[in-house]
């Protein structure tokens, strides 16, 4: 198995996160041994035995000073098999936003349980997050089996509660006690009822649906970039789908097309993109396209007004009577939305825009299915939305017809000569006129 696997943890406070993915690093070989050493030294006087695993990623003196995790820890590390990068993410409600974040770009969500507390609300509140967020494949890590002697009801009780909550996503459930080790490299002969695979074993061999290159087309504008008289070209990061020279290409939301004259890159040239590279796109006549525009090879989903999952993350609450910045993609506009959420409160919402805009649902394309909410007076951002399904008022507009001025203006711009380019005007009047 290959390829980059990103994972975020997820769960209420002292469920065991942190101590979790140090064990899984310390245990994999993956951190140094200055690392080690000092971790050992930190570890003197705590209460988390000879070494306190969850030092490895709770990098903030406040964070060691308390015992919890307040930021997003990244961690990379390797095996034979895979690439991962994990994203240790805080339990505590305030840290909400935090969690979010953390899960915005994973694959695979690690969502742990003290199998003395069982499931709380806060594990409740992460597993949804990180549903609404995309991910499918999770782990249901029922940590601390050593506190409740793996009892085997305990472990399938806690499942039965996660039933409902994670219903439609593959779900892998482990009994494990993250500070002794059970079932994270390899399984335990304290659990003989469990014959799944260990924690590592899972994650190096999960199969993640990764399929950017196969989505529509979708291409949010950055930059326009004119170096010189010559040149006008379009640059971004292809957020779906692959691009071909030659391809005919809309721009949205005017609907005007164009044929792809070149894909550039600084290595040079291709004949071919996908996601997610970033490329510069050159077409064979000058239409208005501006940042914020997308392009796309068909006809796309617009509109002013659509429903969303909002996360709010600003203490000060949303206010439906407000208008604020909505930025989706390259692309920032402003906007109301119809009720109130207070901090680290999650709710359906209708977002009203004050220009149309391109979007997919969350579900179908995370990167022009998802949002973020500006404060204007502090430009602090306050939310982070995920479009759904259900559109209101959204149309699929009609390709806007290419005039016969336009059509004239670019024969004479693609002929070779005076003399073609005089003739193939002649002709088209003709046609025209007939």
């Known amino acids: 198995m290959s390829g980059l696997l990103r994972i975020c943890t997820a769960g209420s406070v002292d469920d065991g996160k942190s101590t979790l993915i140090g064990r899984l690093l310390y245990d994999s070989q993956s951190v140094y041994d200055d690392q080690i050493h000092s971790v050992e030294k930190a570890s003197k006087n705590r209460t988390a035995g000879p070494i306190d695993f969850s030092l490895f990623t709770d990098g903030l003196k406040a964070e060691r000073e308390q015992g919890i995790t ?171 789908g692959t691009i071909r020279v030659g391809d005919t290409v809309y721009t949205w939301p005017s609907g005007r097309s164009a044929r792809v004259r070149r894909i550039v890159t600084w290595d040079g040239d291709l004949d071919m ?34 429903e969303a999952e909002l996360v709010w993350m600003d203490e000060r609450p949303l206010d439906p009577g407000r208008t604020y910045l909505l930025k989706h993609g390259t692309k920032t506009v402003t906007a109301e939305v119809n009720h109130g959420l207070v901090l680290n409160q999650i709710g359906h919402v209708t977002v009203s825009t004050a220009r149309p805009i391109l979007f997919d649902a969350y579900d179908v394309n995370r990167l022009t299915g998802a949002f973020i909410i500006i404060d204007p007076g502090t430009h602090f951002t306050a939310g982070a939305g995920m479009i759904t399904g259900g559109v209101r008022e959204a149309t699929v507009p009609t390709v806007a017809p290419v005039t016969a001025a336009e059509r004239i203006a670019r024969l004479a711009r693609e002929a070779a000569s005076d003399e073609e380019a005089v003739e193939l005007v002649r002709q088209a009047l003709e046609e025209m006129l007939a």
């Open 70 to 240: 307040i930021d997003v820890a990244y961690r990379y590390f390797a095996t034979a098999r895979r690439k991962f990068i994990l994203a240790d993410t805080p339990g505590h409600e305030q840290y909400t936003r935090n969690m979010a974040t953390g899960a915005s770009t994973a694959d695979v969500a690690i969502l742990l349980v003290d199998a003395r507390n069982g499931v709380l609300t806060q594990s409740r509140r992460h597993a949804k997050i990180a549903r609404l967020l995309g991910i499918h494949d999770f782990v249901l890590a029922i940590n601390k089996m050593d506190l409740v002697d793996f009892d085997q009801e305990i472990f399938e009780k806690i499942q039965e509660d996660f039933a409902d909550l994670l219903a439609g996503a593959a779900v892998h459930a482990i009994p494990m006690s993250a500070l002794h080790g059970d079932n994270i490299i390899s399984t335990s002969e304290r659990t003989p009822y469990f014959t799944g695979p260990s924690l590592l074993e899972y994650l190096e061999t999960v199969q993640v649906q990764r399929n950017l290159p196969n989505l529509p087309f979708r291409f949010p504008v950055q930059l326009v970039v004119r170096p010189d008289a010559d040149f006008r070209g379009y640059a971004g990061q292809i957020a779906s």
């Open 273 to 306: 993109a996908f996601a997610p590279q970033s490329v510069t796109l050159t077409l064979d006549h000058e239409i208005d396209i501006s940042r914020g525009d997308v392009l796309t090879l068909e006809p796309a989903v617009t509109g002013q007004k659509f």
